[in-house]
């Protein structure tokens, strides 16, 4: 991290240092003091670094891969969106890497479920759009996106039914479907 961008316990540790070094103690109340604001210095100081959520990575990721660990990117967190290889380690999406300055850390998340989108247009004057695909069943969880709200979702294998309002204009529709 540069130094004129301080983390937030940086700054903490500075101002304590600053009132230690600066403040005269006279008495068994004042050293009771002066000791906790050593004790508090020493475990600010101790703290992790703080994570930087930096973005994605993967082939439509923010990055497509890492680059060499630095102090420069010490903390910088990237979540996997493509499986692959990255920094010599085999990764499924969810995964994220979060670099130490030295080297790029690998936290698995566990099995992550991968999401699809799928998209159409609702045509202007028409209510519903039905979006068939093999990956939806009658459980999958469904996200929609789109610029009005829905008034109904039917969903069941292969396909789901989305019912709007009547539009005066075609609207770009999307579900993500897990």
């Given at each position: 991290m540069s130094d004129n961008n301080?983390?937030?316990?940086s700054v903490i540790s500075n101002i304590l240092r600053s009132i230690i070094d600066r403040t005269e103690y006279d008495g068994p109340a004042d050293s009771r003091i002066a000791?906790?604001?050593?004790?508090?210095k020493a475990t600010i100081e101790g703290l992790p670094q703080p994570m930087v959520f930096k973005g994605t990575l993967g082939i439509d990721g923010d990055i497509t891969s890492l680059p060499a660990a630095s102090?420069?990117?010490?903390?910088?967190?990237?979540?996997?969106i493509t499986a692959g290889t990255y920094a010599e380690q085999s990764a499924n999406v969810g995964d994220m890497f979060i670099s130490t300055g030295e080297a790029w850390s690998y936290v698995p998340s566990g099995d992550v479920v991968p999401w699809k989108v799928i998209s159409g247009t609702l045509h202007a004057n028409e209510t519903t759009i039905t979006f068939t695909d093999s990956a939806i069943t009658a459980n999958s969880l469904i996200d929609v996106y789109a610029p009005v709200w829905y008034s109904d979702l039917v969903q069941s294998a292969?396909?789901?039914?989305?019912?709007?309002?009547?539009?005066?204009a075609d609207i770009s529709v999307s579900i993500k479907v897990s």
């Open positions: 301080p983390q937030p316990y000791q906790l604001l050593l004790e508090l102090d420069d990117n010490k903390g910088f967190v990237y979540v996997v292969g396909s789901v039914v989305l019912t709007f309002p009547v539009q005066s």
